[in-house]
């Protein structure tokens, strides 16, 4: 096993499985806290995850696919997505492809959204694209949830990711376009999107 | 240069007088008198009573520490904000009389950067994460593109608020974090409580009603036990998530509730465990201090930001992230 990636809370491997090419996500045991709350939030976090995936899956979206879930070991076992990250080729594609694919995440998102699912850390660092599909990964901050403020919230992540990460200026609004056209509350969640940038941590506050 | 700075933003009035001397910060005098409600918590218009009757003598008390005449203090500063209206104008008014007295310029200091600030300037850390823990205040604070940002805070109360809050349902008089941990030492089944972490976020409202419920059920100790390794364990999290986010390798605690042992350890292990450097100041300056608002206060004027009379006025709700670090 090849540790590839180590968060703040999870180590991701390079292993395989029965044969095929996997990703080893494992949180690891941390000693600033006692055992009892340690192996509760591990237990619970990885138990969530795994089914917000499955979950992503049945709403249409492409996510890996789940070969094991290891309670005990607080390990998901998925299948590697062998793609290109979309931080780094985004910028050097051409605009047709970048709103191909921004059209692509609006319609993902409004999925997810539409089937209560709250991604919860939406940056181009995971989304992974292979075979003409976009895939969506690390659901690790995820929840479940049907408000407009939770979504809005998500959204609004992607928006700032664009910012400091991307050149193009369009590319929130096409994710916008596509996002309200395949969602019905979606216009509700924009505008709450806007006031969220309005109360932001980030922005001067308006007197 | 010699600086002289006031703060009241809540329950303390501090008077710090600092030197700054071959770029070293030197505490020349750091002075303090806290308010204690009879009951409940603060009352912010008799805080303001107590800061403008003990203030004078304060002043008087750091000038003779300090060995100094009022004409050798080169600058006055104040903290501006955050904090409690009638607290901060007290502060504020003295501070602007001080200096249309003297001559002297003046500066408002954001109360949370200068914990920040001081740490810095009397721990070796160059740029960390900090964890600034209050009654009022969580915040997990960085330095980034000019400004320090907010990375993470409370969604609700501060921690020491929910600290008091629960002391207070047990009969502890405020602030009730000092007893809540000997009692959490004596205490040694957890009682699960909600953990509550939102991305960078923390919440603690839901834990402090959770608790509160649990009163009379389940024993004293093994309460606050649970309260402190929850809470502590959720700042632990997001302040890790922080420093895996902007790729620093220094934590620095500050605030008052910092001074809690238990914190202090459960980031120390944190920092080790992903190979970075704890940092955390003594107790006289984790707590609200005068000598952080006179420290910063010199920080700011020597980058071009002394204040007009206009511009001192009190910002109740002042954000870390709208000023604009010029001394960086």
Redesign the interface.
Known sequence: MEMIKRGAEAEIYLASWRGRKVVIKKRVRKKYRIERIDRQIREQRTKREALLIISARKAGVSVPIIYDVRLKRKEIVMQYVEGERLKDVLDMKSKEWQKKICHMIGRSVANLHKNGIIHGDLTTSNMIYMDGKLYFIDFGLGSKSKEIEDMGVDLHLLMEAFKSAHKNEALFKWVAEAYMKNFGNGKEVLKKVEEIAKRGRYMRRVE | MICLGIEGTAHTIGVGIVEKKNDKCNVLANVSKMYKPKEGGIHPREAANHHSKYLPDLIKNALEKAKLEVKEIDLISFSIGPGLGPCLRTAATSARALALLLKKPIVGVNHCIAHLEIGRALTSCKDPVLLYVSGGNTQVIAYMEGRY??FG?TLDIGIGNCLDKFGREIGLPFPAGPEIEKLAKKGKK?V?LP?SVK?MDVAFSGILTACINLIGKKKIEDLCYSLQ??CF?ML??VT??A???TEKEEVLLGGGVACNKRLQN??K??AK?RGAKFYCPKKEFLVDNGAMIAWTGILMYESGMEMNMEETKVRQ?Y?T??VEVKWR
């Open positions: 940002r907010v805070e957890y699960t953990y991305g390794e929850t364990s632990a999290e890790e998530r420093m895996a986010h459960i980031i292990i944190m465990e709700n954000r992230d709208e």
